[in-house]
């Protein structure tokens, strides 16, 4: 790997550290975080098998981060609106006028991007809609797991429903749009370059 790889595969580790500080439910995020665990696992097999261009490893890292800050606050309490209304003076909640937190929905989405931008070259198109759409399928099913075993304000605390009985779906549904923002962008940057896109 290149220090580009190590460099932030440490600043990833740097972020781990620093939202385990002072946990404010230490269980629930161990839950999350062994997802992040196993990710990583498979990150550094794939590496191995098929080394991975730095950009695409940025991606994976750049889910597993969005994912790792979501875990700290059990995705459903992530205080985006405290960020943006000290940073920029409001918060984002008023502007939409959102009545839920929102940052799972920003976490699904990223997943659609940041998978489909790793795996388009080697897979095209449609096989990285079908990886996309049928990989959100299978976590969906694990959190409905999750739900059967676990006790229900556990189960509630994992998943981040907050009340909304689509949630599963919309969250499938915002993954497989950003893939198709990914590729779309792809096919804009093959086209510029006078490069095939990759359709197969």
Known sequence: M???HWWSLGAFGVLVAVTWWEPLW??????????????????????????LPLGSWLLVLLFLSLHT???????????????????????????????????DRLVHF???VCLAGVVVRRLGWLRT????VSTSA?????????AM????????????????????????????TGAVVTLGVVAVQALRRGRPTPTG
């Open 110 to 112: 990223c997943y659609g």
């Open 129 to 132: 809609l079908e990886v996309v």
């Open 69 to 103: 800050i979501a875990a700290r606050w059990l995705y459903s309490n992530v205080p985006y609106d405290q960020w943006t209304d000290a940073v920029f003076g409001f918060r984002v909640s008023d502007v939409f006028s959102w009545r839920r937190n929102h940052f």
């Open 26 to 51: 230490p269980g629930e995020q161990a839950l999350h975080t062994s997802l992040t665990v196993v990710a990583l696992v498979a990150l550094v097999w794939v590496q191995r098998r098929w080394p």
């Open 2 to 4: 290149s220090r580009g």
């Open 138 to 146: 299978v976590y969906e099913l694990f959190e409905w797991g999750i």
């Open 149 to 176: 075993v676990l006790a229900p304000d556990l189960a509630e605390a994992y998943n981040g429903q907050q009340g909304d009985m689509w949630d599963a779906h919309k969250d499938m549904a915002l993954a497989l």
